[in-house]
């Protein structure tokens, strides 16, 4: 578009209105944005002179921000992003349990129990209740060991200790529940109130309350609670996305902003000066007029025809610090999060980042590692017999992997089958079959007049003397004496 300062000046009133008006949307953007980060920052908090609940967060206010950060993750790409990052972290290679008797084993592969607990499909969905809750609730059948999970939105109130307000005895769940008549296909609803005892409360001669405040007491239940980012003196969990949100927000509006900026630009293209009118109305007109790439504007001597500076004035990588809070926040790496190097593209830069960030996902298996002891234990597993691994989280090379398997097999770290299903699954080989295969002895070759050498050449690459310590192989210098021969 070329913009001509003779031009109509109704048509220069609107453009002139078009870009006021865009001016003040981002205006209003940029405010609207600064307000939604103060309120969020401040959502949850109780005045500082408020007798009670002055340093925490209430029920009632972590479940609607639970409910806000719901909303929103599914939305938002960084947070979608960083939600499937600590998931994969986390579980992403899987977990694996000692081997349990039959009666143990049946239950875990229940159907029912797969879809709440055990399943890979499960696992990221009970993570992502920590990203989005903070908490995660199941509850499991004294007589069925079956599992059946619950929202934090059904949960309306706990009994603690009188003495500990940090341990819960009992969890009060309200729930709607929904009977169908499926001759009529009528429904009726019915308000329910139920309290539960925790998994971890064990009274006094194994009585439980048969009532709280006048609501039942369903002795034959027990809820699983898994709360995450506690403070001492606090029972609630705080979500994973809750210090992330703000900043999410704040990269979002950052690039639309951005967007709409680099679209009120594109509407001129030239900027085209004249002393007289009639002179501005033919140079716009000749200008006007379609011509071929690389065309040439003849004008003259009280004429000037300028590109206007669009190159680089708005310049969308500049909201990486606000990526950077986010990765932050969800602690994972901003590569990771932004999928982008950035302006160095240094891989070592990624690497170093992403340290921390398995640390912080070792922590996190940890907690679930505590969390299915308990539901084993409940099963009628022996915990004292029982082992929850948890794969390594960082990926190595294959090669190196092999070298790592080799040296562990010739220092006698591991036994014949453990290098082998190592060696198997490093290369990912179909196992064909269920035993080692048959060790090859080199030929022997007769030599009268001296023993042969024994055969003791390592099949791991060594790397030569380059330390002050040396090789710990003993064919570390086998090389050397070559190197010293004359080669001519």
Do not use: C
């Amino acid at each position: 578009m070329v913009f001509d300062e003779n031009d109509n000046v109704s048509e220069l009133s609107e453009r002139l209105y078009a870009s006021v008006s865009e001016n003040e949307f981002l205006k209003e953007s940029y405010a609207s944005m600064a307000q939604a980060l103060l309120e969020l920052d401040d959502k949850g908090w109780a005045p500082l002179n408020a007798a009670t609940e002055a340093d925490r967060f209430t029920l009632q206010h972590l479940q609607g921000a639970a409910r806000h950060i719901r909303e929103v993750s599914e939305g938002n790409a960084l947070l979608k992003r960083g939600s499937g990052l600590r998931s994969s972290y986390i579980f992403g290679r899987g977990v694996s349990f000692s081997e349990q008797p039959p009666r143990i084993t049946k239950l875990m592969l229940d159907a029912q129990n797969q879809d709440v607990l055990f399943s890979p499909e499960a696992q990221v969905i009970n993570e992502r209740s920590h990203f989005t809750d903070g908490q995660f609730f199941v509850l499991g059948n004294v007589v069925t060991k079956k599992f059946q999970r619950i929202p934090f939105t059904e949960i309306s109130g706990v009994v603690t200790d009188p003495d500990d307000s940090e341990t819960i005895r009992y969890y009060r769940r309200t729930w709607s529940r929904i009977t169908q008549d499926l001759k009529t296909n009528s429904m009726s609803t019915q308000l329910m109130n139920v309290w539960y005892p925790t998994d971890t409360y064990e009274p006094v001669g194994n009585r439980f309350a048969t009532t709280i405040q006048g609501q039942p007491v369903d002795v034959k239940s027990r809820m699983f609670a898994s709360r995450v980012n506690r403070r001492a003196g606090h029972i609630w969990g705080i979500p994973d996305a809750f210090p992330a949100v703000a900043w999410a927000y704040a990269y979002n509006e950052y690039l639309k902003d951005g967007s709409r900026m680099l679209k009120a630009l594109s509407m001129f293209a030239w900027q085209l000066k004249s002393k007289t009118k009639a002179g501005g109305t033919n140079a716009a007109a000749a200008i006007a007029t379609a011509g071929k790439v690389g065309s040439t504007a003849v004008m003259g001597n009280d004429m000037e025809l300028s590109s206007m500076p669009r190159a680089n004035s708005i310049d969308l990588t500049n909201g990486r610090p606000l990526g950077s809070m986010v990765a932050s926040a969800l602690e994972v790496s901003v590569v990771a999060l932004l999928s982008d190097p950035g302006s160095s593209g240094a891989y070592g830069t990624a690497q170093t980042l992403d340290v921390p960030t398995v640390k912080a996902m070792e922590a996190r298996q940890s907690v679930w590692t505590q969390f299915y002891f308990r539901i084993m234990k409940f099963m009628g597993a022996k915990v004292e017999q029982l082992e929850i691994n948890w794969p390594k989280i960082e990926t190595e090379p294959s090669q190196r992997m092999m070298q790592a398997l080799a040296l562990a097999k010739e220092t006698n770290a591991i036994w014949d089958d453990e290098y082998r299903n190592a060696v198997i699954e490093t290369l990912d080989i179909g196992k064909l079959h269920d035993t080692n295969p048959p060790v090859q002895q080199p030929p022997v070759i007769p030599n009268p007049n001296k023993q042969p050498p024994a055969n003791n050449k390592s099949a791991i690459p060594s790397q030569g003397n380059s330390g002050a310590v040396g090789s710990m192989q003993a064919n570390g210098n086998d090389q050397r004496p070559a190197d010293n021969k004359p080669t001519a």
